[in-house]
């Protein structure tokens, strides 16, 4: 039985970084429009671009519905690229809460069974089984295996060792060993904020800080128990895993200049959002 194990070392991490709250809003609705707030999505940019959406027009369903895409494209610049696409994505999201679930999507989610809920998240644009886990999670709808999509590698490269560079085998593997804890939204949520904050602050994708990890003796990366010493040749094993991902970031950065052209070039939105939907990475689609 995994929960144990991994029971301590989520009580390691929580020793290391103390308790942790949630960053990103927990109401279903703010969190997708705060989600739609930043490009390349990242908290800092979502802050940003929610900010300055917030002020200058506000997030309540009729406000974006009434606002003009000029204004909506102007206000969520400070949020990074293609804002007018994400302008058009605010309004379909604005006006799907109000037509389909009454302009209050927390309440109408939260009479559906698990599988439902999922289909109806899943169902605003970008969002896809990761981000429809978390929003269900956090907003205390369904107590779901919620793994954090930008940094599913955590979990499984601490309890097996290097986690090789298949996403969807990596992000299963995670979310089989995180439904072994009770399921309970104080104890998932819990797993999801440690998990998130270590991998962005130490377990990094490309270049971890192993030396500074609270879990190196419990690492299967880092530590050897043959020897009952820390080994670094386990991280080579890492490092020939960071120069593919590398290669990887590359690629993104390529296909995020095309896509940077081509939404300059038309003003056809769904086409943009299927361009970036289908191919953007893992963490581009939550």
Known sequence: MAAPRITSLLDSLESFYGTLEPHAPTDPYAFLIWWHCGYPASEERCDKGWASLRREVGIAPKQLGSASTAILTRALKAGGMV???????????????QSEFGGDLQSALSRLPAAQLRKALKAFPGIGDPGADRIALFARLSPLAAVPSACPFVLVRVLDGPEGDKYPAIYAAAQRTLDTLPATFDARIRAYLLLSFHGRELCKRSRPFCERCPLQRQCALQFDPRTNKLSHENRNDAVDIVSERRDARLRRAAFLRAARRHVRRSDRHDEHARILETRASPQSVL
Do not use: D, G, M, Q
């Open 83 to 97: 804002p007018k696409l994400r302008a058009a994505r605010l309004k379909e999201i604005a006006a799907r809460v």
